[in-house]
């Protein structure tokens, strides 16, 4: 099954503020090229088999519908969630964030 995969604004603001961290705090333009080229990756995984990974195990953003797929080089991860061809990612955390308060 092939699914349309969109960000919505919320995970469109968390990219960005990942990627001018890394530009203008940590002044590394490769380390920001990797970085998209890995979600890259991911828009890609989520087109062709976004519904074969498994739901969150946190039972409240199970009942949400949202499944968490890491990035492959980073540590990074993103959350989305499926409706009928759609996936939605709705946030992008990094590893040593408490995500599962964050989302309502």
Not at 57 to 86: A, C, P, T, V
Request: proline share 0%.
């Amino acid at each position: 099954m092939e699914y349309k995969v969109l960000l919505t604004k919320e995970a469109e603001i968390d990219l960005d503020n990942i990627i001018k961290y890394i530009l203008f705090e940590k002044k590394n333009k490769e380390a920001a090229e990797s970085i998209m080229n890995d979600f890259s990756e991911i828009i890609q995984k989520l087109s062709h088999s976004a519904g074969s990974f498994k739901l969150c195990d946190n039972l409240r953003l199970k009942e949400l519908g949202y499944r968490r797929l890491n990035f492959s080089k980073h540590d990074y991860f993103i959350l989305y969630r499926i409706q009928q061809n759609n996936v939605f990612i709705d946030k992008i955390f990094h590893f040593k964030q408490d995500y599962e308060n964050k989302i309502k």
